[in-house]
């Protein structure tokens, strides 16, 4: 590590984060990113990585994409971020896409700068439309880190802050389990369900066959709205638009954020179908963003919208999904002992590994081979892998094959040398 970089890291703890600064050191990253573009992050002292962390699917079509680039510069020359009470034509045109892309009636669209004011959005917005309080989430669910969103996720974060429930609004299931969903909806109490299409801190467990669409007839059933998570799901990471129409489930709210702002200006947004969003006309003002629906922001999530929907994407994420999943399978072929699972759909991965933290020192070995992935922070065995969905072929392989050289480092960092090889 350089010097310089060594004083900008004792910087970062003095001014900004040091929990987060020291524990990245302990862990063997000592990432500061400098340059970027495409799926390539460059470290401050020079080292490439390729991407495939894409900060939770934010860079989904890489970093600072040239289209989006030349929108967003097209764009300052007459907008800015606009006024936020008042009617827009960069809101209304995006609102006017989302209504169209959609699954179901959705038509309204609410904005926020960032996921998690989205959910609080949706959440409000829910409550109102249904003249009931509680939630219902997943058990290490993951929503964001605002006022409510933070409350249908891990005690870690609520607890920090003295956010956690204590007035029993906010209920927990397993994931998976259709009959502690039952039993927590049979009450009529619940203003809805909100559900991760597949829950992405957590790991990425997948739903069973039948999960999704069973929790969609019990909210139906006893009354619950169906709010989709599709913040690292949506924009064509699992070969649809949508995750959620991959499992054949209509929402009755959906949340996007980070892909639609393409990483190049925040914005994130609640879809909702007119019969749920009474707030709307009720009392337009109930909810106030002055970021959110920014208009610069809407003009690249336009332009978002139209790249991911070009027919030879759709078949670039099959084809590309299909390419790294033979080139793991080969992989786990040869390190079966450690690299034990794949979950899978689409190019949202998780890679299982067989030690309560195996993930961490993968990622490590990832980074030291230049390749950026993380660690699920509810579920350290697992690493989030999660490729772009514009990668060339020849990124796949060059990904693949410092896939293999980092995961047989670290199994013999965590399991000994022995036979590491079994071909």
Known sequence: MSQEKQDFLERSKTFWNPGKTQAWQDMGVDLVIDRREGYYLHDMDGQRLIDVHLNGGTYNIGHRHPELVEVLNQATRKFDMGNHHFPSLARTALAEALAACTPGDLQYTMYGSGGGEAIDIAIKTARNAMKKRKIVSIVKAYHGHTGLAVKTGDERFSKLFLSEDTAGEFVQVPFNDLNAMEDALKGRDVAAV???????????????????????????????????????????????????????????????????SGGMYPIACVVVSKERAGWLSQDGFGHMSTMGGAELGCIVALKVLEIVQRPEVISMVRYISNFIRAGLDQIMAIYPDFFTGIRQHGVVMGLEFNHPEGAKPVMKYLYRNGVWAIFSTLDPRVLQFKPGVLMTQALCEDLLRRVEAAIGEARTEVMGAGSRRTR
């Not at 909100?194 to 992405?200: G, L, Q, V, Y």
């Open 194 to 260: 909100i559900m991760e299409t597949i829950p992405a801190t957590y790991g990425f467990p997948m739903p069973k066959e039948g999960y999704l669409p069973g929790v969609k007839k019990l909210c139906e059933r006893y009354d619950a709205l169906y709010i989709a998570d599709e913040v690292q799901t949506g924009l064509m990471r699992c070969g649809a638009l949508w995750a959620i129409t991959r499992y054949g489930v209509e929402p009755d709210l959906l949340v996007t954020g980070k892909g639609i």
